[in-house]
């Protein structure tokens, strides 16, 4: 009896252990709703080569957005009007701070306030179109001040270390962004001739994709 039993008791264990053995699932690969595809050997590139998005990846696209006109004291339809008196008190700008710059960041804050209505951020932002049209009396687009004014909203953490990057506002010593935000998003910038409203020198349009397990509202 004894004997049966021991042998019955190595049954079981060796039944145990195969059971183990195949039961146990691998791990699921995380879910990958978007990566960026950087240059390599760069610790605070501006922008992405290229992004990869997730099968399934739930996308949102805003419109054209330009910036909201806040300016009273500047006549209404001129570049001057669509100053955000919120950042600059009178409409009147720093040293060195451009209309192109003034405007671009009004307009990505209009952007931001878009994405927040369908809970999304700036950091969920894949992709990014850029319209510029120069100002008067210039004949070409300010690219360096659109791109310093994209820097306060976008791509502003150094990859290597995560430190917060600082940035120039105009002429200004570089300071903390106004936003921080580690996305890179593949972008465009061109000149156009015109932009659909008198007095925009900035139109953006861009994609953001939903958190996993997040979607349009």
């Known amino acids: 009896m004894r004997a049966l039993a021991t042998g019955a008791a190595v049954l079981a264990l060796a039944a145990a252990g195969c059971s183990t053995g195949t039961s146990a699932a691998a791990p699921a690969p995380p879910a990958v709703v978007s990566q960026a595809v950087l240059e390599p050997g760069q610790d605070n590139p501006m922008i992405a080569q290229g992004v990869a998005l997730g099968a399934g990846a739930a996308f949102y696209k805003t419109s054209g957005l330009g910036p909201k006109q806040m300016n009273a004291a500047a006549a209404e339809g001129t570049p001057e009007s669509f100053i955000d008196t919120d950042q600059f008190a009178g409409g009147v700008l720093p040293t060195g701070v451009t209309i192109t710059e003034a405007q671009g960041m009004n307009v990505l804050r209009n952007i931001r306030e878009n994405l927040e209505a369908q809970g999304l951020t700036l950091e969920n932002v894949t992709t990014m179109r850029v319209f510029l049209d120069n100002a008067p009396g210039s004949d070409r687009a300010d690219y360096a001040g659109w791109n310093r004014a994209y820097r306060q909203f976008f791509a502003n953490t150094n990859l290597a270390s995560g430190d917060t990057e600082l940035v120039p506002l105009g002429s200004a010593a570089p300071a903390a962004p106004l936003v921080r935000n580690p996305a890179r998003p593949s972008r465009f910038a061109l000149e156009v001739q015109s ?19 997040s979607g349009p509202r």
């Open 195 to 213: 932009l659909p409203v008198t007095g925009w020198l900035v139109e953006v349009e861009v994609d953001a994709v939903f958190p996993v397990g």
